[in-house]
């Protein structure tokens, strides 16, 4: 099988960063006291919250109200499994990654570390778009197909893509399309959608790289949408901390806390100010009315409490990704009063 040249390259990039953060990881403390904070963020429109939060320096300005002076370094990573490595390493104290990947450390760490989400960043509809005509369905993808996503297997994306296919299926084929999934970062996987000519011929994406692929080649096509899937608006992506952390460091994680909920007041005020700041944090190149479109869409919503959240996580119990089956979503976040009217 040939890789494409950007995924070669990628491979490279991949490994390298693999090494970096083998070597923070040797580095770093076993412990953080109040007022540091490690934010580990991936791709798109869907780490808005954070882009907004880190522009406008919320969490220090409510570390501040609470008497503490808090330095925040963000970290950008791809894939559920650099961000769940990188959280029990102890290289980052919130993770940003999707449900999937939530419910997958959850689990692993239950009785241990006790990983638990903080909030959600909002909810999305995650398009598989393909640019082969001959793709109506998943059922039509073929071995010559390439599905691209964040994580193979991991990331909700290739979560909710089971799902879909236990439904197609049966519950034993869940993972039939894992065979032609492949693991590749959000803006290198939108460029051969858009571009076509590579053997990736499916992405499995979020905002903005779904609607550029869209906008971008008339083959371009949604195939599978989050929401009809899980049966409704869904959190997606959300973040996620270990119980020490948490327990250890009170006035910085609820500073964190209400600088989210802040940030997601001003993205639902201020959706154009909020495109200003997702194009100059995150130096995107996307046209700015194109972007503002796409925060105004009324299927998202930019809100802390996680919604539609357990379907995902009594299927990854069905399946057996999972060991532990949570009673609710309240047994995979903590309890706060951001998130108490979650689901």
Known sequence: MKIPAFLSRLSTRVGAAVVAASLGVAAAPAAHAEGQLRIAEQFGIVYLLLNVARDQQLIEKHGKTAGVDIAVEWRKLSGGSAVNDALLSGSIDIAGAGVGPLLTIWDRTHGRQNVKGVASLGNFPY??????????????????????????????????????????????????????????PHPDAAAAIISGGTEITGHFGNPPFQEQELAGN???????????????????????????????????????????????????????????????????????????????????????APQNTYALAEFMHEVGAIKNK??????????????????
Do not use: C, H, M
Request: no cysteine; glycine share 4%; hydrophobic share 45%.
């Open 127 to 184: 398009y598989l778009v393909s640019n082969n005509p001959n793709v109506k369905t998943i059922a039509d993808f073929t071995d010559k197909d390439r599905i691209a996503v964040p994580a193979v297997g991991v990331s909700v994306q290739s979560r909710v893509l089971q799902l879909a296919s236990a439904k197609l299926w049966g519950k034993e084929q869940y993972n039939k399309l894992d065979a032609i999934s492949l693991a590749v």
């Open 218 to 304: 008339p083959n371009a096509r949604i195939v599978l949408n989050s929401y009809e899937v899980l049966g409704g608006p869904s959190s997606a992506t959300v973040l996620f901390a270990t119980e020490k952390f948490r327990k250890e460091n009170p006035k910085t994680y609820k500073a964190f806390q209400d600088a989210l909920a802040e940030a997601a007041a001003f993205i639902t005020a201020k959706p154009e100010e909020a495109a200003d700041i997702y194009l100059r944090v995150t130096g995107a190149k996307i046209d700015r009315d194109f972007l503002i479109k796409i925060i105004k869409n009324p299927e998202i919503q930019f809100k802390v």
């Open 326 to 343: 949570p009673a609710s979503w309240r047994d995979y976040f903590f309890d706060d009063a951001l998130t108490a009217q979650g689901s």
